[in-house]
C-alpha cells in the first residue's frame, strides 16, 4: 500500500507528456488529410501565340503537400483538343523535344513546367479570336501511389506570346 503514491507521482509527468504528444496532430493536420491532399498548382500561365499558329506552349509549378508520392499522368482543357506533356533537353547541340508519359513528384516536393524544360503543349485551340479570354481551364490528372486518382482543376492566365517568345519557348 505504501508504494502506490510513489507510483502515481512518477507515472503524472508521463501521463501529461502523452497527452501533449496525443494533442499535437489533431490540432493541426491529421496524417488522412495530409495524406489525399491535393497538389497544389501555381503560377499557371499559357503563353499564346499569334493568331493561325498550330500550337500554344502552357506553364506552371505544382507542389505535392501530401505525404505520398503523386505522378501527373494526363492533362485536358476544353479550349484544346488535345495537351500533352513535353520535356526540352538539349542533345549534341540541339534544342528537342520530346513527349513525356507522366512527372513523379515526390512527397513534399515540387515541379516546374517552364521555359527550355517540361512545358504542355496545346493543340487545336478551341478559341474564338473575336472574344479574347483571360484565363483558360485546364484539368491535370495525378495519380497518387496507392493508386487513387486526384484530379485538380486550375486556371491558366493567357500571356499573349511576343514573336521571340512563341519562338524560344521550346
Ligand atoms: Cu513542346
Redesign the pocket.
Known amino acids: 500500500m505504501s508504494v502506490k503514491p510513489v507510483l502515481l507521482l512518477l507515472a503524472l509527468p508521463f501521463l501529461a507528456l502523452v497527452a501533449a504528444c496525443d494533442k499535437t496532430p489533431a490540432t493541426t493536420s491529421p496524417a488522412s488529410a495530409v495524406a489525399g491532399a491535393l497538389p497544389q498548382v501555381s503560377n499557371a500561365r499559357v503563353l499564346l501565340p499569334p493568331p493561325g499558329a498550330p500550337?500554344a506552349?502552357a506553364y506552371f509549378d505544382v507542389l505535392n503537400a501530401g505525404s505520398t508520392a503523386v505522378e501527373l499522368r494526363a492533362v485536358s482543357s476544353p479550349s484544346f483538343s488535345s495537351v500533352?506533356m513535353?520535356e526540352?533537353r538539349e542533345e549534341d547541340g540541339m534544342s528537342r523535344?520530346r513527349q513525356i508519359e507522366n512527372v513523379e513528384i515526390p512527397a513534399g516536393g515540387r515541379t516546374s513546367f517552364e521555359p527550355g524544360g517540361k512545358?504542355l503543349?496545346l493543340m487545336g485551340a478551341q478559341l474564338d479570336a473575336g472574344n479574347p479570354v483571360q484565363e483558360i481551364p485546364m484539368s491535370l490528372e495525378f495519380v497518387a501511389a496507392d493508386g487513387s486518382k486526384r484530379v485538380v482543376e486550375a486556371r491558366f492566365a493567357v500571356q499573349t506570346a511576343t514573336d521571340g517568345e512563341a519562338q524560344s519557348h521550346?
Do not use: G
Request: glycine fraction near 0%.
Open positions: 500550337m506552349a500533352e513535353h526540352t523535344m512545358h503543349m521550346h
